[in-house]
């Protein structure tokens, strides 16, 4: 009973997405997280989200479920023609209320999918077919309507396609204004990511840790490789309000962590680097060899970067390293590939190569092959040069890590030994 009492007392919003293709790990669950900000800007309170295969029986299972606990309830997915989609089929049989061909769906339908055919007749029949007393969210973008239904008090579903595109259309045409028109939206609630580099989650909580524990706005930190983030999230009745109880959290948090923050929000390592050599009016050029390519690949997908970002060169052999880098070969033989020297000489050729700026070297063993007692696995050497400056570094990024988590650590290791150097030098 008070579970019941606290959901007639509640907006509680779920989250139900059905496909197999999902829990096969096929395709990721974008939808989810969209659905997910968009409640967070109406100022609704979600605590559930829950992923189901194409199988009637736990479908049905979901949606009584979520009947008994949230007063709102978003299915995503199972809405096509085809004999797995099975969202409103099971909707009807867990309210137990049979289908319905919609007339005017039919036509619309019909105006979409052309042809006489069984196949086409059986579609355009099973996608117009809806409980009884549900209302239409119409699909303008592609076939799969949704419905709005409250089969019983205090529990109203949607549902919308998989297909993100045809999801976010119907939503800002029918289900945001569904919510408003109900009144559901009592402030907002409004998050900032931070950006953190070269400190673990668990130096990061330490440091913040007087702050961990406020209520409003909250703080909660999240780990991915070479990087932390500090989600900031505060409730209040518009984004001004919001704003205001944000603003000295992030910046206290930003006095204790220094110049491990990189930005914030959609901010990159490569967009933060991009922009500040931007501000500066200087060039860069890259020198890569076992991220082959990666730190370039980072840059390359700041829209814009080209009146900044030169270009590289990949030096994967030594042969290309002498002959384009101007690397010497008694340095190769010498201290090896893998070694400050190589990798400053490295730097120094693109240097003249490319009239550059600044430039980025990077050459270092990334497995799981290749290493020696002197040389192991994860040894990556870096040389960043400037104008009248020249930084060189190595790390040991250990070789219990992937071939693919080494080089992704090494461009970002690159990328913000110049963000380091840029801010220094400013």
């Not at 989650?201 to 840790?209: N, Q, V, Y």
């Not at 270092?364 to 040069?385: D, M, R």
Request: aromatic share 6%; proline share 4%.
């Amino acid at each position: 009973m008070e579970d019941l009492k606290n959901k007639i007392n509640s907006t509680s919003v779920e989250i139900l997405c059905i496909g197999s293709e999902l829990l096969l790990g096929n395709i990721l669950n974008s939808n989810a997280k969209w659905i997910a900000e968009e409640l967070a800007s109406l100022g609704l309170p979600h605590y559930q989200q829950t992923v189901v295969g194409d199988n009637i029986n736990r479908i049905k299972y979901a949606i009584l479920q979520a009947s008994k606990r949230s007063r709102i309830l978003i299915i995503t997915g199972g809405l096509g023609p085809t004999y797995d989609d099975l969202t409103h089929e099971a909707i009807g049989a867990t309210f137990n209320t049979p289908l319905k061909e919609n007339k005017e769906l039919s036509k619309s339908l019909k105006q979409k999918i052309k042809g006489n055919s069984n196949s086409a007749i059986s579609s355009i029949r099973k996608q117009s077919s809806i409980p009884i007393g549900a209302k239409v969210i119409t699909n303008n973008t592609g076939t799969a309507p949704g419905i709005i239904w409250t089969p019983i008090v205090n529990f109203t579903i949607l549902t919308f396609p998989g297909v993100p595109s045809e999801l976010k259309d119907m939503w800002h045409q029918d289900g945001m204004n569904w919510f408003k028109k109900k009144s559901f939206n009592k402030g907002i609630i409004k998050s900032k990511i931070l950006h953190f580099t070269g400190i673990s989650e668990t130096s990061l909580s330490e440091r913040i840790k007087h702050l961990m524990h406020k209520e409003n706005p909250t703080i909660a930190p999240y780990a991915s490789l070479g990087e932390v983030k500090l989600r900031v999230t505060a409730k209040a009745e518009n984004n001004h309000t919001a704003n205001k109880l944000i603003d000295p959290i992030e910046k206290e948090i930003i006095s204790f962590t220094k110049d491990n923050y990189f930005g914030h929000g959609n901010d990159s390592l490569a967009s933060v680097v991009i922009n500040l050599l931007r501000k500066r009016g200087e060039t860069l050029a890259l020198a890569e060899s076992c991220t082959g390519g990666g730190i370039g690949n980072a840059i390359s997908q700041i829209s814009g970067c080209s009146d900044v970002f030169l270009g590289g060169i990949i030096s994967y052999n030594n042969f290309i390293k002498e002959r384009l880098l101007g690397v010497p070969k008694n340095l190769l033989l010498e201290y090896g590939a893998v070694s400050n020297e190589v990798v400053q000489s490295m730097s120094h050729g693109a240097k003249k190569r490319f009239n550059a700026d600044w430039v980025i070297a990077v050459s270092g063993i990334a497995g799981p092959t290749g290493g020696s007692i002197e040389k192991p696995i994860g040894l990556v050497h870096f040389s960043v040069t400037g104008p009248d400056i020249e930084v060189c570094s190595k790390e040991l990024f250990g070789k219990h890590k992937s071939r693919n988590a080494i080089q992704k650590l090494s461009v970002l290791k690159g990328l913000d030994l110049l963000r380091l150097l840029l801010l220094k030098t400013s």
